[in-house]
């Protein structure tokens, strides 16, 4: 499949549509620990769409769809579902928000009651950390940015909602999948170790710019990248995350030039919506 979006709407948008348990009390961690806020509550045929972000300065006036680093919390009664990192169908893996100063935004959390599968003391990696959400213990990691950072201060004002991580089996039909919808490759990770690659891809709009060449530092500041973690040794059994109980829904894209609202399937059976602004 091959789009043309050379006039694509700058402010694409990318949300993560996900199950929750627990009706409006689960968004509560995202909006009063979390600091995201709640643009939109949508109804609709017996489910109730929450519409959370990191409001920015030039999204003023803009709609939902016309919006970078929307997340979409679906509630559908007591629905049982599979955040991604349990023993089976793990394709889904986490978000992201990346801070302006995550030693401060850790101690912040840790004083809010916002529960730790990753401090940043732990592990291998002493740069990054990962909360688990209340009541469907979905994975979100936290990196920082560095933005108007302030020794022992952090600001929900400089976080960004950076990116979703999907596992893929074949990260080269994966990657000419999404490039075919119109995004750029800004970063490739490889662990030579642990036998994994991480590609990092976003709308970016610049003519000049190299593919797979921004900086790490660079990427924290954007918002809505998708990361496909690519294992060297690969599950032969994995065939995609979209198969029985679902936490993770889909990623979706707005732009001008997208004629027909429809869902895609990319290589690894992750839907994506295509929507026209």
Request: glycine share 6%; aromatic share 12%.
């Amino acid at each position: 499949m091959s789009c043309n979006f050379d006039n694509m709407f700058i402010a694409v948008v990318m949300h993560d549509g996900r199950r929750i348990t627990k009706d409006p009390k689960s968004v509560d961690f995202w909006t009063h620990k979390l600091g995201m806020t709640l643009l939109k509550t949508d109804e609709n045929q017996g489910s109730i769409s929450f519409f959370l972000a990191y409001p920015q300065p030039q999204d003023n006036g803009k709609e939902v769809y016309e919006r970078e680093g929307v997340l979409e919390l679906v509630y559908k009664g007591d629905t049982e579902i599979n955040n991604g990192n349990g023993e089976t169908n793990r394709g889904f893996g986490h978000v992201c928000v990346s801070v302006d100063n995550i030693e401060a935004a850790e101690k912040k959390f840790l004083l809010q009651g916002v529960r730790f599968k990753k401090k940043l003391s732990q592990g291998r990696q002493h740069d990054i950390a990962f909360v688990l959400s209340d009541f469907d213990d979905y994975w979100i990691e936290l990196i920082e940015n560095g933005i108007d950072k302030k020794e022992n201060e952090t600001n929900v004002a400089s976080y960004r909602f950076n990116h979703t991580m999907i596992r893929v089996v074949d990260v080269e039909k994966s990657l000419k999948f999404y490039r075919d919808l119109g995004l750029k490759l800004v970063n490739k990770l490889d662990f030579k170790e642990a036998k994994f690659s991480l590609y990092f891809l976003a709308y970016y709009n610049d003519d000049n710019f190299e593919q797979g060449t921004m900086q790490y530092k660079d990427q924290t500041k954007l918002q809505s990248l998708i990361e496909l973690t690519y294992n060297w040794e690969a599950d032969p059994e994995f065939k995609g995350y979209n198969l029985g109980p679902q936490g993770f829904q889909n990623i979706a894209i707005s732009g001008d030039n997208i004629k027909d609202h429809k869902y895609v399937e990319d290589p690894d059976t992750y839907k994506v919506e295509l929507k026209s602004l």
